[in-house]
């Protein structure tokens, strides 16, 4: 099983430039997420969905898009790259929406924007 | 609101000495679950354990322990005679109570990196 995949690995932006950060997973999950980590916060979430078709803010959604067309894909995308979302991000699936199950996370996507 | 504090940012042991990672927490829910995480050097983040608000019984697992108390708001992490191996940045978070189908939102603690030396 490759439970949740992220592409890319690494990447260098300028900014202003834009991309989308792909996340799959083949686990049938409902729940997927977002996080972005940053030396000494911990990780925080970005944007989640509770299914196809359903998505919702986190606590830092601001500069980050994010859809669900299909249950395997989550991708995020950055409309205008700043350097303040110089950060690795990680994308996380669950089961169900209960808040009692363990989320699976990717191996992250180490971004830099110059 | 939901907040999870890890005061220790860094701990460095000696192989084979046991070390005690604090978690503390806040929450108005009274149903909720803690979770630990570990992130070796490699960076993937591995889930080590679960553990509702109803069940504060200590659990074991091989040279992991964890201590749970209402009382004190805090859910430690215990390695016994550490490994090298064990190097790693753990993280303790709490995951809010679903509202309105919200789905289970993970609330990190700023991590303790743990280095044990050889």
């Known amino acids: 099983n490759a439970g949740v995949t992220q592409t890319p690995k690494f990447q260098v932006l300028k900014t202003g430039q834009s991309m989308t950060l792909q996340c799959a997973q083949d686990?049938?999950?409902?729940?997927m997420s977002w996080y972005r980590q940053d030396p000494g916060m911990g990780l925080r979430l970005i944007h989640y969905?509770?299914?196809?078709?359903?998505?919702d803010q986190g606590e830092v959604p601001n500069g980050y898009n994010v859809s669900r067309s299909t249950t395997e894909d989550f991708p995020l995308r950055l409309l205008s790259a700043a350097p303040s979302q110089t950060s690795v991000y990680f994308c996380?699936?669950?089961?169900?929406?209960?808040?009692?199950?363990?989320?699976?996370f990717g191996d992250g996507t180490r971004l830099s924007i110059l | 609101a939901q907040k999870v504090t890890q005061a220790q940012t860094e701990i460095s042991v000696v192989e084979k000495e046991d070390v005690t990672l604090d978690c503390v927490y806040e929450?108005?829910?009274?149903?909720?679950?803690l979770f630990w995480y570990k992130q070796p050097p490699s960076g993937e983040l591995v889930f080590l354990i679960r553990?509702?608000?109803?069940?504060?019984q200590n659990e074991i697992s091989g040279r992991y322990s964890w201590n749970f108390q209402k009382s004190t708001s805090s859910f430690n992490f215990t390695i016994t005679a550490s490994q090298v191996v064990d190097s790693a940045v753990y993280f303790c978070?709490?995951?809010?109570?679903?509202?309105?189908?919200?789905?289970?939102?993970?609330?990190f603690g700023q991590g303790t990196e743990l280095s044990v030396k050889p």
């Open positions: 996380a699936s669950s089961l169900d929406r209960g808040s009692d199950q363990p989320q699976h």
């Open positions: 686990m049938n999950h409902e729940y």
């Open positions: 969905s509770v299914g196809a078709g359903i998505t």
């Open positions: 929450t108005r829910d009274t149903t909720y679950y």
């Open positions: 553990r509702n608000s109803f069940d504060e």
């Open positions: 978070a709490l995951s809010e109570l679903m509202i309105y189908n919200q789905g289970g939102k993970l609330i």
